[in-house]
């Protein structure tokens, strides 16, 4: 027995796993960042900083990708797009990793200012 899934059908699958993994992104931000309170430590305040970070770099890089996509709607295209998304995950957190401490130390500041933690 065979299944075989039609352009359409394939389409649709890609689509719904892709809106999947965009809500569970911003889920988990939104997650990290309602946990924070005066109570958090300053590794959790960081790490929900990060997980913001990350997110906004990722959602930049699907931007610049959706500008440079070409109009080519065949299987091919989107099954390339799929595994975009994942690439641009990993590297949006190498890009914070690598270069996100000024701006990862400078929103901590302003979350410890907005909280009221006296930061060491």
């Known amino acids: ?3 075989s899934i039609n352009d359409s059908m394939y389409s649709y ?7 999947a993994n965009n809500s569970a992104s911003a889920g ?3 997650s990290a960042i309602g946990s924070i309170n005066e109570n958090s430590s300053e590794q959790e ?5 990060k997980d913001f970070e990350s997110y906004f770099v990722e959602q ?16 091919n295209a989107q ?16 890009i914070v990793d690598q270069v996100g ?10 979350m410890c200012r907005n909280y009221n933690i006296k930061n060491e």
């Not at 699958?13 to 809106?19: E, P, R, W």
């Not at 390339?80 to 990993?90: D, I, L, S």
């Not at 000024?102 to 500041?109: I, K």
């Open 60 to 75: 930049i890089l699907k931007n610049v990708q959706e500008s440079l996509k070409s109009d080519e709607d065949s299987s």
């Open 45 to 49: 305040m960081k790490q929900a900083i």
């Open 79 to 94: 099954l390339t797009e799929f595994f975009m998304e994942q690439v641009g995950q990993k590297i949006s957190d190498q």
């Open 28 to 30: 988990a931000v939104n």
């Open 1 to 3: 027995m065979s299944i």
């Open 13 to 19: 699958l890609t689509q719904t796993a892709k809106n």
């Open 101 to 110: 401490d000024r701006m990862t130390q400078t929103l901590y500041e302003q």
